[in-house]
């Protein structure tokens, strides 16, 4: 990912890195639950588990978003779609 403004180069890398990494989680996430059962006292454990760890690495991604001005989002989200076919769930709500 390239920044308009290269001062935000290393931010953007970084929110990509952790939009991939946030991607993966919540598929392997949703692959556990095609054979957990939810209802059971370990499916309640693991979904709260779960929720956590995708709200940490969420969070993560909103900082460094908030840090950066609408127009590099847009770029960021606008090559991100390119490559993926997707916008990022990184930039979603700050644009």
């Known amino acids: 990912m390239q920044a ?13 890195k952790l939009d991939r990494q946030y991607s993966d989680l919540v598929d392997t996430h949703q692959r556990v639950w095609d054979v ?13 588990k779960q929720e956590r760890a995708e709200e940490k690495l969420f969070d993560r991604m909103a900082v460094i978003a908030d840090d950066l001005p609408k127009r590099e989002c847009l770029n960021f ?13 990184a930039v979603c709500y700050h644009v």
């Not at 308009?4 to 990509?16: A, E, F, G, P, V």
């Not at 989200?77 to 769930?89: E, L």
């Open 77 to 89: 989200d606008r090559q991100y779609k390119a490559v993926h076919g997707y916008t990022s769930t």
């Open 4 to 16: 308009i403004n290269d001062i935000y180069t290393k931010k953007l890398q970084r929110l990509y």
């Open 36 to 48: 957990e059962d939810e209802d059971s006292n370990y499916g309640y454990r693991l979904r709260g």
